[in-house]
């Protein structure tokens, strides 16, 4: 029987929800492209429920402790006292959202032994050292796609309102305001400008597909370039590079997966060379952008505004310059952990969980490393550093 060591963040505040805004979310069958949406045998949760909290549990317990199999389930992960650390020596399957990851890094799978399967409930693991878990042997998987869509539209929101100074102008209201010069001053139309996406992988191509319709520009740059039909139907313009691209454009939207070639790709003289007034949106990594420059380029006016909900470390501490920089839309990492979304990507977990322990093959598009190698997703996507 195994150990399952579930990473979760904290319920709300006020205490799990007893009732929802909403009696149902809508299903979802498929995905762009033709994937199917998660298919378990079975879910022990509501559609729509909070499942990414502690509480929530991802609707996982009723079908581990069935089968005799052990569940913790944790919001605790920082620091050597942290549950994670302690229970981590004996566990076999860890499981953690990248909302809230649990970060696998080389030193902890060292002490892991046990350990033989990493899920991300979402999609994105490089909280997950890769190189160190093909080394250990450790299978890593993912929910891909179950949360793109949901992240494509937090983009598009953000897009918006950095552009049209809503959150400001929101403000305005809720201090009793009502000066329309002070709202308007910042205020832009998307319609007509060129926005570039960073990768057009699953998010990237759904945020392109989602501006198109607002008049807007649309450029990409990607390790791989897509299909001479999308192009066309798009009207896209391709880049081979970031640096090749960012010039043109006056939003650049950041749907990149964090590896070396990527880290820290946004500095000082990459953002030096974009429009003086261009938004920046990241929902992919944080580590993708240097910290410091994103504030000075906010500070200096280079960067019009800069929204995202990612940050390093996640959580980010109280002090993190990114809560206090001008002309910000950030949010906590929320992008894809919508209710919608946790239906989805709950099942998916569940679903790949049902494949291990039936010692059934997993999905190739969720898997991420597989016997000591890059596999499926993974492979696509992510360079190994040996």
Same mark, same amino acid.
Do not use: F, P
């Given at each position: 029987m195994a150990k399952v060591l579930c990473v979760l963040y904290d319920d709300p505040t006020d205490g799990y929800p007893t009732s929802y805004a909403r009696d149902d979310v809508p299903v979802i069958d498929s995905y762009p492209g033709g994937q199917t949406a998660p298919s378990p045998k079975a879910i022990d949760f509501q559609p729509g429920a909070l499942l990414g909290s502690v509480s929530g549990e991802l609707g996982l317990r009723n079908f581990l402790e069935s089968q005799g199999h052990t569940l913790v389930v944790t919001s605790s992960k920082e620091g050597d006292d942290s549950v994670l650390d302690r229970e981590l020596p004996d566990t076999d399957i860890v499981i953690s959202q990248p909302f809230w990851p649990a970060y696998l890094t080389a030193e902890r799978i060292a002490k892991a032994p046990n350990l033989k399967l990493a899920?991300?409930?979402?999609?994105?693991?490089?909280?997950?050292?890769l190189d160190a878990a093909i080394k250990a042997g450790v299978t890593v998987a993912e929910v891909t796609y179950s949360n793109s869509i949901s992240v494509a539209e937090h983009v598009v929101m953000m897009t918006l309102g950095l552009v049209r100074n809503y959150i400001p102008s929101y403000q305005v209201v809720v201090d009793g305001g009502w000066n329309i010069a002070d709202c308007v001053a910042r205020s832009y139309d998307v319609e007509g400008m060129h926005v570039g996406t960073v990768a057009a992988g699953r998010i990237g191509l759904a945020v392109l597909r989602r501006l198109a319709p607002f008049g807007m520009l649309l450029h990409y740059t990607d390790r791989h370039r897509l299909p001479e039909s999308v192009e066309r139907e798009l009207n896209l313009t391709f880049h081979p590079d970031a640096a090749s691209m960012v010039p043109h454009c006056d939003v650049v939207t950041i749907n990149a997966p964090l590896h070396p070639e990527t880290e820290g790709l946004f500095d000082?003289?990459?953002?030096?060379?974009?429009? %003086?007034?261009?938004?920046?949106?990241?929902? #992919?990594?944080?580590?993708?952008?240097?910290?410091?420059?994103?504030? %000075?380029?906010?500070?200096?006016?280079?960067? #019009?505004?800069?929204?995202?909900?990612v940050w390093y470390p996640q959580p980010a501490p109280a002090d993190h310059p990114w809560r206090t920089m001008p002309h910000h839309g950030m949010t906590p990492h929320i992008s894809g952990s919508s209710l919608s979304a946790q239906t989805r990507y709950a099942a998916g977990t569940r679903e790949i969980l049902e494949s291990w322990f039936a010692q059934s093959p997993i999905r190739d598009e969720y898997l991420i490393v597989d016997g000591g190698r890059l596999a499926g997703a993974g492979a696509h996507s992510y360079s190994a550093k040996s």
């Open positions: 899920i991300t409930a979402g999609i994105g693991s490089d909280h997950v050292d000082d003289k990459l953002l030096s060379t974009m429009k %003086r007034g261009t938004y920046l949106i990241n929902t #992919a990594r944080a580590k993708i952008v240097d910290r410091d420059a994103v504030v %000075r380029a906010l500070e200096s006016g280079q960067l #019009a505004g800069y929204a995202g909900d």
